[in-house]
């Protein structure tokens, strides 16, 4: 790998651990905004989808920080330990937010349903993603073959292309989120502040991952142009 790639990747880490950072000092701070009505992440969850028409979703604790997410598999909203207990402007916000991918699912949401079927697609690249880069990138650098290179890349282009479709998905599950939340009045003015910068710090390690991805293979694809 050259300087310049060293120094993506460095510049994508940094980025990222900055954004995560953030995101984790966001939750511990509205943490401490404890809902006026009293409510926990689990009665938040189940309060939403069934004001929204859902009987068939549980909604379950997980061990774990930040490990919360909806499993359409098995149509669970599976809260974190923190987020399932506690009774705050954070927990209600990731609460509803993993019920918004719930609603999704339940109303056949388009971008959740590419993102669905893109997962085996996914899988597989991702075994094999690496291992074909640094074997494409040393054959060129060999003997000048670039077809195990242009393998990776499209290899690569897989998970580009489901980090970006991810946006949509994450975004609007906040979207659903925080329209509940104000229209049934579940939090006050400040708790919906809280709520709301909470879910656009967790959203931004989406876009920093999507934004991170597709310079990455920006680059791959610029030495395989310079190749050839």
């Known amino acids: ?25 966001k939750f511990k701070k509205y943490s401490q905004i404890h809902l006026r009505n009293g409510m926990s992440g689990k009665e938040v969850a189940e309060k939403m989808l069934a004001d929204n028409g859902i009987t068939d979703v549980k909604v379950i604790s997980v061990r774990g920080q930040l490990t919360d997410h909806y499993n359409p598999a098995n149509k669970t909203v599976n809260l974190s330990e923190v987020v399932y207990h506690e ?4 927990a209600a916000a990731v609460a509803a937010h993993e019920c918004g991918h719930a609603i999704q699912h339940a109303k056949g949401y388009a971008w ?31 003997s000048g073959s670039t077809l195990v290179l242009k393998i990776a890349i499209a290899l690569f282009a897989v998970t580009v292309l489901f980090s970006v479709v991810t946006l949509p998905v994450e975004f609007d599950a906040s979207k659903r989120a925080l329209a509940w939340m104000e229209a049934r009045n579940i939090v ?18 989406y876009v920093v991952a999507a934004l991170g991805a597709i310079a990455q293979l920006l680059y791959f694809i610029s030495m395989l142009n310079r190749r050839n």
């Open 1 to 25: 790998m050259d300087m310049t790639y060293m120094i993506l990747t460095g510049a994508i880490f940094l980025i990222s651990t900055l954004v995560s950072g953030q995101l984790k000092s």
């Open 87 to 90: 009774r705050n402007a954070a």
């Open 112 to 142: 959740l349903n590419f993102r669905s079927k893109m997962v085996p697609a996914v899988q597989f690249s991702s075994k094999f993603v690496n291992i074909a880069l640094m074997g494409g990138l040393a054959l060129m650098a060999m």
């Open 188 to 205: 006050t003015q400040e708790e919906y502040a809280g709520s709301k910068d909470s879910l656009k710090w967790a959203a931004m390690t």
